[in-house]
Every structure is written in C-alpha cells, then in structure tokens.
C-alpha cells in the first residue's frame, strides 16, 4: 500500500532533549516536505526536499534540523526542543506530474508535546 | 506563491451539492490551484487541481474564473464524511520555486443530516 509513514505518533518529552521524528515513503517521490499545525495558525511549512542532499527552508525552519540522505526518509531533529515546538507535525511526499504539477500525500501526524 | 482567502465556516445540507470559494487575487500566470482537505486531525488529503481550465474528478469539481482570481470547489452531493477543513492553495509548477508551500485558514465545512 502507497503510504507517508511517520513515527513515533505520540511523544511527551523535556524542554533540551534532543529528538527525531522519522517519515518514510514508499512511492518513490522525490520531494519531501515538514509541517507544523497549531490552534488559528493552520499549517506552516517547516522545510522541504527536492531530493537526496537537497533541502531548503519553508516558513518556520528556526529550531529544526533535516536531512535527506536517501530518497525514502525525511526525518525532521530537534536538537534542543522548547515548549513552543509542542504542535502537531505532519510529513508529506510529492509525485511530480508532467508540467511540474504535484500531489502531496501527507502522513498521519505526529502529536509532540515538550514540558 | 499567492496567498489564498476562504470563508471561516460553511454550512452544507447533506445530499446538496457544497460550493467552496476561494479568492486569489494575486495569482501568478503559471500558478496552480490546489485544494486539500483534513478531516479532523489526520493528514490532509488531497481532492483536485487546475489551471485556468475547469476540471473534475471522482471527488469534485474545480471552477476556476476566466481572470483565475478566484475559483469554486464543488462536492456535487455532499455526504457527512465530507465535514471536514478545505485549503485552497497556489502553486508554481515544481522546479519553478515552487515547492514552498502555504496553506491559509481553510474553510471549516459542516455538512449537516
């Protein structure tokens, strides 16, 4: 089955340790992207990825890390997490159409909570 | 990428068709329309999207005006599993500096019995 997976789904950590949520996906795309989405702020990019070695900022990079090694996983780190990074994180892949049109499929969502 | 204004909240009986409008004034020539839609808290899920042309699938409809300032989403016969939140977003085609992505408000669709 053609799926965005992301683990882990629930976390409750401490304000200063580090983390890494993981995303995989199965359909070969070659853009992946991060998502946050908190109460009246709807979602806000937090970085993407054309493809292997090749990530760029969204709108909310500051106080996370990507990397892009191969073209399956995307993890998303947070080296010093804070409460303000307590949200709900979503992970989506891209399938290029001819023209440059894409569709993202999006993961089911990971629920962090920084104390 | 431009940015995208949708009505907070719509009200849909179920069975009647439910018509979305987007406003996009600022749209770029070669800038899609996309829509989304997130059902509760899970992943978004994406429903269609065009050009200047209007399309349809197994999901929707998509009605972009002539000027593509603004577009209309239509479920033809909406369900209760379609309440959920749609996002109207534009996009330039991918390798365009179009990756970035924003996504609005959305529009909050209570379909009701």
Known sequence: ?115 | DAKTTQPPSMDCAEGRAANLPCNHSTISGNEYVYWYRQIHSQGPQYIIHGLKNNETNEMASLIITEDRKSSTLILPHATLRDTAVYYCIVRAPLGTGGFKTIFGAGTRLFVKA
């Not at chain 1, 970085?47 to 995307?74: A, I, L, Q």
Request: overall charge positive.
């Open chain 1, 1 to 115: 089955e053609a799926q965005v997976t992301q683990n882990p789904r629930y976390l409750i950590t401490v304000t200063g340790k580090k983390l890494t949520v993981t995303c995989s996906q199965n359909m070969n795309h070659e853009y992946m992207s991060w998502y946050r989405q908190d109460p009246g702020l709807g979602l806000r990019q937090i970085y993407y990825s054309m493809n292997v070695e090749v990530t760029d900022k969204g709108d909310v990079p500051e106080g996370y890390k990507v990397s892009r090694k191969e073209k399956r996983n995307f993890p998303l780190i947070l080296e010093s997490p804070s409460p303000n990074q307590t949200s709900l994180y979503f992970c989506a892949s891209s399938l290029r159409f001819a023209g440059g049109t894409d569709t993202q499929y999006f993961g089911p969502g990971t629920r962090l909570t920084v104390l």
